[in-house]
Nanobody, 115 residues
Framework: QVQLVESGGGLVQPGGSLRLSCAASGSIASINGMGWYRQAPGKERELVASISSGGSTNYANSVKGRFTISRDSAKNTVYLQMNSLKPEDTAVYYC?????????WGKGTLVTVSS
């Protein structure tokens, strides 16, 4: 079994920054993908950014140049550095781990961008 625990969400003003962290524990494969998704009220869950075990990254167009995903494979932890935050970034952010064809999810952390 795999457990994912997110941290780092909160309230921030437009233009501010936040750093999300997600620690994975349990049966973690050496080859996997990790990422962040978000779901705003009334909208579907969408991919924000992902990173492979080899370090390849992928970003949603809406966050390119503002968000950076990284991982510490030794700690099974993935990070999302969010800069220049906008009100439309407000959402619950979910950590994802994909291995052996199975998706695992964290419970989510709320990010609110408001003045």
């Amino acid at each position: 079994q795999v457990q994912l625990v997110e941290s780092g969400g909160g309230l921030v003003q437009p233009g501010g920054s936040l750093r999300l962290s997600c620690a994975a524990s349990g049966s973690i494969a050496s080859i996997n993908g990790m990422g962040w998704y978000r779901q705003a009220p009334g909208k579907e869950r969408e991919l924000v950014a992902s990173i492979s075990s080899g370090g390849s990254t992928n970003y949603a167009n809406s966050v390119k140049g503002r968000f950076t995903i990284s991982r510490d494979s030794a700690k099974n932890t993935v990070y999302l550095q969010m800069n220049s935050l906008k009100p439309e970034d407000t959402a619950v952010y979910y950590c994802n781990l994909r291995q052996w064809g199975t998706d695992y999810w964290g419970k989510g952390t709320l990010v609110t961008v408001s003045s």
